[in-house]
């Protein structure tokens, strides 16, 4: 599985308005319920909520992938935000987070979203993947560099 099969385009955020970690799940959900027409915001608010509830996402790093299990959706879908002031998202580093990755699977969707987490986790691992998305100025060099990274694997 390749990232940009699953990442959509339109519901990318080069600057998040949001300064608190509620807000900004809310601010990319609401972006992503907009072009996934089987998403409603405020229900994928909740999971999300939920999911963070377990444990945060913030993987360290400068970097968060927040992600959750929906009904009624059939497939995997993936948008990307950047706050470049950062945000305090209870990352396990107590560093605030620049890079999110939001990942949205079917409720059944079995052993899928873990192969698409572990895929995302990898990339962030790469300090010039990271460098890459923190300076582009536009969403097309956000998708290069994912395209780079995802003919590595």
Not at 61 to 71: F, L, Q, T
Not at 87 to 111: A, C, N, R
Not at 116 to 125: D, E, H, T, V
């Amino acid at each position: 599985m390749k990232i940009m099969d699953v990442l959509v385009k339109d519901a990318v955020i080069l600057d998040l308005e949001s300064d608190t970690k509620d807000t900004l799940l809310a601010e990319m959900a609401g972006a992503l319920a907009k072009v996934v027409p089987a998403l409603e915001a405020d229900r994928l608010l909740e999971v999300l909520i939920e999911r963070e509830g377990l444990q945060s996402t913030g993987i360290g790093e400068g970097v968060a992938i927040p992600h959750g299990k929906m009904p009624g959706l059939q497939s995997l879908v993936a948008s990307f935000a950047r706050s470049r002031a950062g945000v305090d998202f209870e990352s396990i580093d107590g560093q605030p987070t620049q890079l999110f990755f939001l990942l949205v699977v079917p409720e059944h969707s079995g052993g899928q979203h873990l192969k698409a987490l572990a895929r995302i986790s990898r990339f962030f691992r790469d300090p010039a993947f990271r460098h890459k998305l923190i300076e582009a100025e536009q969403v097309e060099d956000i998708f290069a560099a994912i395209e780079e990274e995802d003919a590595k694997f």
